[in-house]
């Protein structure tokens, strides 16, 4: 009896070491969310996914998610169980290295058989533009006799970009209707050489490069090619994220661009009229400090014009007359150029009246302020 007894305390006292400095060894955590471009409000999944690859019974784990700030699931106000799991989220800010990126922590509770896989699913939602990250988590375990805990940390960096929400304002929809609707139907008369209607006699003005030769060559005199007036329509969007005001308003009126925007783009998609888009402010998470978009239409094309956009940060990589010096040099004919900014500054004024002067008049500039005229019915210069 008193040798099983030994046996037996020296058989607890073997797993219990053990399971203190292996417990959690071959555990492994990853978190997928369903979607990563999202619109402000927009249901999407949160997939936890928890595993044990070992043959060795976790009697007890807690798992501290780190999920982004302002994170909305239904019921975080309660604890909720679900297959044995118990979760809570909180939004208390946490000490531990791995939340330092977000304020919200997912607390959940729960036992793992040898060889299990536990994937658990949450609906969520983030109110916001902006870009968010799912940076890992911290999990606990207790040893066999529950006598102590270890520890162990997971990062992931999973991230979700939100978009900014469409412009409400009904001066900007009016002001949008009229500019967008005079474009579209202007007709320029500028020569296209692609397009050959005819041909005509030298008469020395026209130059070298019209000169038909196989037709010269065919009635004996000089000809020269006729080309049809017309050309493409195409927009160019600038948007300006550089204040002139040192105000705790200035975050709200780079927002407030943000969203007219998603609106000009949505219009120009609608209207099926080409452009293409270039702003100062800095991507978070992309390599380019300055983010640019080809011309172009379509899907694809405005939906990466709203992953930047949701990326965007409040914070100018370089000053708007640099980025309106390089459009001065991409000015092509029959370009029109729409200019979004916070408000007017004097620094990049003279290189916004050079791209006017370039572009013959056809550039545009759109602020908070000049919608806020428009609703109190002043008049606009």
Same mark, same amino acid.
């Not at 997939?47 to 975080?76: D, M, S």
């Not at 009904?170 to 020569?191: A, M, N, T, Y």
């Not at 014009?305 to 001065?328: D, K, P």
């Given at each position: 009896?008193?040798?099983?007894?030994?046996?037996?305390?020296?058989?607890?006292?073997?797993?219990?070491?053990?399971?203190?400095?292996?417990?959690?060894?071959?555990?492994?955590?990853?978190?997928?969310?369903?979607?990563?471009?999202?619109?402000?409000?927009?249901?999407?999944?949160?997939?936890?996914?928890?595993?044990?690859?070992?043959?060795?019974?976790?009697?007890?784990?807690?798992?501290?998610?780190?999920?982004?700030?302002?994170?909305?699931?239904?019921?975080?106000?309660?604890?909720?169980?679900?297959?044995?799991?118990?979760?809570?989220?909180?939004?208390?800010?946490?000490?531990?290295?791995?939340?330092?990126?977000?304020?919200?922590?997912?607390?959940?509770?729960?036992?793992?058989?040898?060889?299990?896989?536990?994937?658990?699913?949450?609906?969520?939602?983030?109110?916001?533009?902006?870009?968010?990250?799912?940076?890992?988590?911290?999990?606990?375990?207790?040893?066999?006799?529950?006598?102590?805990?270890?520890?162990?940390?997971?990062?992931?960096?999973?991230?979700?970009?939100?978009?900014?929400?469409?412009?409400?304002?009904?001066?900007?929809?009016?002001?949008?209707?009229?500019?967008?609707?005079?474009?579209?139907?202007?007709?320029?008369?500028?020569?296209?050489?692609?397009?050959? /209607?005819?041909? !005509?006699?030298? %008469?020395?003005?026209? #130059? @070298?490069?019209?000169?038909?030769?196989?037709? *010269?060559?065919?009635? &004996?005199?000089?000809?020269?090619?006729?080309?049809?007036?017309?050309?493409?329509?195409?927009?160019?969007?600038?948007?300006?994220?550089?204040?002139?005001?040192?105000?705790?308003?200035?975050?709200?009126?780079?927002?407030?661009?943000?969203?007219?925007?998603?609106?000009?783009?949505?219009?120009?998609?609608?209207?099926? /009229?080409?452009? !293409?888009?270039? %702003?100062?402010?800095? #991507? @978070?998470?992309?390599?380019?400090?300055?983010? *640019?978009?080809?011309? &172009?239409?379509?899907?694809?094309?405005?939906?990466?014009?709203?992953?930047?956009?949701?990326?965007?940060?409040?914070?100018?990589?370089?000053?708007?007359?640099?980025?309106?010096?390089?459009?001065?040099?991409?000015?092509?004919?029959?370009?029109?150029?729409?200019?979004?900014?916070?408000?007017?500054?004097?620094?990049?004024?003279?290189?916004?009246?050079?791209?006017?002067?370039?572009?013959?008049?056809?550039?545009?500039?759109?602020?908070?302020?000049?919608?806020?005229?428009?609703?109190?019915?002043?008049?606009?210069?």
């Amino acid at each position: 009896m008193i040798s099983f007894f030994i046996f037996f305390t020296i058989f607890l006292i073997a797993v219990e070491i053990y399971s203190y400095h292996n417990g959690l060894k071959k555990i492994t955590y990853d978190v997928q969310p369903s979607q990563t471009l999202l619109e402000p409000d927009e249901k999407f999944k949160v997939n936890t996914i928890v595993e044990n690859h070992k043959f060795w019974f976790l009697p007890y784990l807690h798992l501290i998610e780190a999920f982004p700030q302002n994170i909305q699931i239904p019921g975080e106000e309660k604890n909720i169980t679900e297959e044995g799991i118990t979760y809570s989220l909180s939004s208390q800010l946490s000490t531990n290295s791995f939340a330092k990126m977000s304020s919200a922590k997912l607390n959940s509770s729960f036992y793992m058989m040898p060889y299990q896989r536990l994937t658990r699913t949450l609906e969520a939602s983030l109110p916001n533009r902006g870009r968010y990250l799912f940076s890992g988590c911290y999990l606990n375990g207790g040893d066999f006799l529950g006598l102590q805990d270890n520890s162990k940390e997971f990062t992931t960096y999973q991230e979700v970009v939100v978009m900014p929400r469409a412009s409400n304002s009904p001066e900007f929809e009016s002001l949008l209707g009229g500019l967008i609707g005079d474009i579209s139907i202007r007709r320029f008369i500028f020569e296209d050489p692609m397009l050959t /209607i005819g041909f !005509s006699d030298y %008469t020395g003005r026209e #130059p @070298m490069r019209d000169i038909s030769w196989t037709q *010269s060559a065919r009635l &004996g005199k000089m000809m020269v090619k006729n080309y049809d007036h017309t050309t493409d329509i195409c927009i160019s969007v600038i948007l300006n994220v550089q204040s002139a005001l040192n105000t705790q308003e200035e975050d709200v009126l780079v927002e407030q661009c943000f969203s007219l925007t998603r609106s000009l783009c949505e219009q120009l998609e609608k209207k099926h /009229i080409k452009y !293409s888009f270039v %702003t100062n402010a800095i #991507p @978070m998470g992309m390599l380019d400090l300055v983010s *640019s978009v080809e011309q &172009g239409l379509g899907n694809v094309h405005f939906y990466t014009i709203m992953e930047i956009l949701g990326r965007a940060s409040l914070s100018a990589c370089e000053n708007f007359s640099v980025t309106l010096r390089r459009a001065c040099r991409t000015c092509e004919q029959g370009q029109y150029f729409i200019v979004i900014s916070p408000n007017e500054n004097e620094v990049w004024k003279e290189a916004y009246d050079k791209l006017v002067d370039i572009s013959g008049n056809k550039t545009f500039l759109i602020t908070p302020e000049l919608l806020e005229k428009q609703e109190n019915g002043e008049a606009i210069a």
